[in-house]
């Protein structure tokens, strides 16, 4: 089949075909036949020393990758064993002894006419196989010789959040490609696509189901399935691991406890363990979350999370397997009126003390902030107190506070800025990537953790842009030091092609994706801003404030942020190392861009760059939302460049994102500027000449109805359609001259409601609110994860106009509008919506 395959990659021609997405960065698109000529005194022959299917995989994959690229066909020679041919050839070997390189590394030499890729081990060899690929796909020379490339950390793995039922939790790309109703997937294919990705950057480990782990997960009809899957992910050298939970002796075991101190609990899990190593003979060990958001834990017994780690780590220790206990513990019944209360401090409370007091294979899985992924949170102190216990930073690829893949936000700069963060343990250079790394306290284990959540959706998570998270976190995972701007370079050319726009356009647009999110959502550390209760998407400001979460940002009518001082607040700062805590504890070192997470102020309090709070809260986000109405534009002028499935895919997404950021926009600054009672200085916000609310529209069939939180909607009110056979609103237009209209409606997921625009009856546009673009996760209702925004091209309009808009609704939705903004074509309109165009 791979043969056949290959000849048609071989007779594709040289054009634009349609992509899905699916082959994410390994499209080894065909080369032109210029661009070949570099490549062509390349040996067509593969020979491979090792006979593991690692070995073979990688041999195949190096001839399927040059046949696709160069255009004429490159064989795995038959038998493996050393190349003693006399023909050229690329020779995949195993290192000796003599060779001393670290494990999983790779190297490149020249023999002769040969290629060597001289591998430490079998991985070492698929590592050198996919970096040699990346090469040509990018145009850059093969290297004469290199000294060995070796990564960062040997705990390099990924997590899905995937549910035996087939949901993912944080999934934004459809259904588990694991799972399907209660069990393992009969069809595995796309496991095994999964693994080759994840070989291609590095990953070695993958956690395959949910930290909020079923409890039938250690059933024996269970563990059969994951050995399945384990099969798949083996010739691309990764190991499955399993997340657990601390109760399974009861619940699977039958026994009457789950105390970690129990002999027979002990003897539960050593017996459960050697049950998995005869199915799963590379099994990498257990992910654990416990005394968190409700799960079972040690406290339950009295225990300390040291005590629950050992019970598992003892016995895994013999097959060469780990436990990652999460730092993830914290109290979400936090009273929120205790002025020293703090979620944040949970993880260094929690474990401080246990430093030291864990088997050598278990590995503290750390979240990079104390919080929960936002948007910029400092990095965790705790990742500064354990000097004697290995580590690993978790990080989130799904975009759970970030957009949820219908908004571009490439994270590689924000993980960047935490592992570049220096903690100053012990009075001296102490990064958050050597202390994971293991270097800055010599642990022997440690690296990094991401959670994926890829789907069933074609091209893996939706937005074609958020495959470049994925790719980067593999990077960084091997070596933290690459800087973002390389990374995103080579992602944008294996992805979308070496033409020099294409790629200045791509790696710009990514590069200040995050900076322009943050300022659209929550600038100066406040955090994401979103609804913290619900799906986490659109915003909901004051979700975060007065209830057990402790995500609070304690605005009030004089002020805002968490005192987190010890001078005069909960202490947290303290948490750090003297130097880094000295720094934050004043106003006058500490950096904007934390302020609100380490320090309550005044609005009126001036920042380093002269503003005042509530000021930059304003300008942030009206910076954030017109940057992103570049996107669309930006990306129309790549359309010759690339093919039409992708480039209408981004381009939809792009529209909505610009919309979309409006509503964040308009939300966060009229829940300030209510609260605050200050204007603002530029008269922007809650001030709209240029819309007109629907409520305010003439209405057949339609109702107002009030929205919450009120400042998810203009005028805190919207319509809904009331009627089956459709509704419309109309008005006069007032105004002359051409403009782009906007209206700002709600999509709702169960149902594709229809809208027409009409001037003096003639359509002018027509659209379906489908479920592709608005959040991925159900929500029913008019707030600011429903409300999107459709853009009209330019209409010519003279006084007395009428303006009809004619809504369908379908299924529970029910064609719901909020208001039409009249946007001046030809110039930058106040409401930066004037960028987009139709669609
Ligand atoms: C898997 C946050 C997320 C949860 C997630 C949890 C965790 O609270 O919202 O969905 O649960 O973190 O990381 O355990």
């Known amino acids: 089949m791979r043969r056949v395959l290959l000849l048609l990659a071989m007779l594709l021609p040289l054009s634009l075909a349609a992509e899905d997405g699916h082959a994410g960065w390994l499209r080894y698109a065909r080369l032109s036949a210029q661009d070949a000529q570099a490549y062509a005194s390349l040996p067509q022959i593969i020979s491979v020393e090792g006979s593991s299917q690692v070995d ?24 493996a064993g050393r190349n003693t041919a006399h023909a050229p050839a690329f020779d995949l070997r195993l290192a000796s002894r003599n060779d001393a390189m670290p494990p999983e590394s790779y190297r490149f030499k020249r023999e002769g006419n040969d290629y060597v890729i001289l591998g430490a081990d079998t991985r070492g060899v698929l590592y050198g196989v996919f970096h040699l690929l990346e090469l040509v796909a990018t145009l850059q020379p093969l290297p004469k010789s290199t000294t060995a490339s070796a990564p960062a950390a040997p705990i390099r793995w990924v997590n899905q959040w995937d549910n035996l039922d087939g949901s993912i939790e944080r999934g934004y790309a459809g259904r588990s490609i694991f799972f399907d109703g209660g069990k ?91 049950e998995i190593y005869t199915r799963i003979p590379d099994f990498a060990g257990f992910v654990v979350k416990a005394d968190s958001e409700g799960r079972p834990g040690p406290s339950h017994y009295d225990r300390t999370p040291a005590e629950a780690a050992n019970v598992l780590a003892r016995p895994l220790q013999k097959h060469g397997g780990i436990v990652l206990y999460r730092g993830f513990v914290y109290n979400h019944h936090l009273d929120w009126h205790d002025l020293k209360a703090d979620r944040a401090r949970a993880g260094y409370d929690n474990f401080h003390a246990l430093d030291g007091k864990f088997e050598p294979n278990v590995v503290l899985q750390i979240k990079h902030g104390p919080i929960d992924f936002q948007v910029r949170e400092p990095v965790s102190p705790l990742f500064a107190a354990m000097r004697h216990t290995s580590q690993t930073v978790e990080l989130e690829i799904t975009q759970e506070y970030t957009g949820q893949q219908r908004h571009m936000v490439f994270l590689v700069p924000m993980w960047k800025w935490a592992l570049d963060t220096d903690l100053r343990a012990e009075n001296r250079s102490t990064p958050l990537k050597e202390i994971v790394e293991g270097r800055s306290f010599h642990q022997p284990l440690g690296g990094f953790v991401a959670v994926a959540n890829v789907g069933m959706d074609t091209n893996w998570l939706h937005h074609p842009m958020a495959m470049a998270n994925l790719y980067g976190y593999g990077r960084l995972a091997w070596n933290p030091d690459e800087p973002a701007e390389k990374i995103i370079d080579t992602w944008t050319r294996l992805t979308f092609g070496n033409k020099p726009e ?108 002269g503003d005042t709070v509530i000021q930059h809260i304003y300008n942030s986000h009206y910076e954030g939302a017109a940057a992103v109405a570049t996107y669309a534009p930006r990306w129309l002028a790549l359309k010759p460049d690339i093919d039409p499935e992708r480039f209408e895919k981004v381009l939809e997404l792009f529209h909505y994102q610009a919309g979309h950021a409006i509503v964040w926009r308009d939300a966060v600054n009229t829940w300030f500027h209510t609260i605050s009672g200050i204007p603002d200085e530029l008269h922007r916000v809650d001030n709209f000449p240029d819309r007109m609310e629907a409520e305010s529209m003439q209405a057949d069939g339609y109702r107002t109805v009030a929205v919450t939180p009120i400042e998810t909607a203009s005028g805190g009110h919207a319509v809904e359609c009331e009627q089956g056979s459709g509704c419309s609103l109309s008005a006069k237009a007032g105004r002359s001259g051409e403009y782009r209209i906007a209206v700002q409606y709600f999509d709702l997921r169960e149902g594709n409601a229809h809208f027409t625009l009409l001037v003096n009856g003639a359509p ?76």
């Open 56 to 79: 073979r995989c990688a041999a195949q994959e190096l001839a399927h990758g040059l046949s696709s690229m160069l255009g004429h066909p490159f064989a795995v020679a038959p038998t």
């Open 184 to 274: 393992v997937r009969d069809d595995l294919s796309r496991v095994s696509d999964y693994g080759r990705l994840l070989a291609s950057i590095g990953i070695n480990g993958l956690t395959v189901n949910n930290v909020n782990a079923d409890l039938r997960t250690l059933e024996p009809e269970e563990l059969a399935g994951f050995t399945r899957i384990a099969d798949e992910l083996r010739p691309w050298g990764i190991r499955l691991s399993l997340s657990i939970d601390l109760s399974s002796p009861e619940v699977v075991g039958h026994l009457k406890t789950f105390d970690p101190l129990d002999p027979a609990v002990a003897a539960w899990w050593s017996k459960t363990v050697d």
């Open 502 to 609: 294409v790629v200045r356009t791509i790696d710009a647009l990514q590069l200040e994706s995050w900076r322009d999110y943050e300022n659209y959502t929550g600038p100066l550390g406040i955090g994401t801003l979103t609804d913290i209760i619900g799906v986490h998407y659109g915003p909901g400001v004051g979700s975060a404030e007065n209830n057990g979460w402790g995500q609070w940002f304690r605005a009030d009518r004089q002020g805002v942020g968490m005192d987190r001082t010890v001078a005069t607040g909960t202490g947290y700062i303290g948490q750090y190392p003297p130097q880094l805590a000295a720094i934050y504890e004043s106003l006058k070192t500490c950096p904007d861009d934390l302020l609100l997470f380490m320090h309550h102020v005044p609005y009126t309090y001036r920042l380093h760059n």
């Open 764 to 839: 002018i546009a027509a659209w379906t609110a489908d479920d592709t673009l608005p959040p991925a996760s159900n929500d029913l209702k008019l707030d600011g994860h429903t409300s999107t925004r459709y853009t009209t091209m330019p209409v010519l309009l003279h006084p007395g106009d009428t303006i009809t808009l004619r809504g369908m609704p379908d299924g529970k939705d029910p064609a719901a509008i909020d208001y039409l903004s009249f946007l001046p074509a030809g110039k930058q309109a106040t409401d930066t919506a004037s960028a987009t165009t139709m669609r």
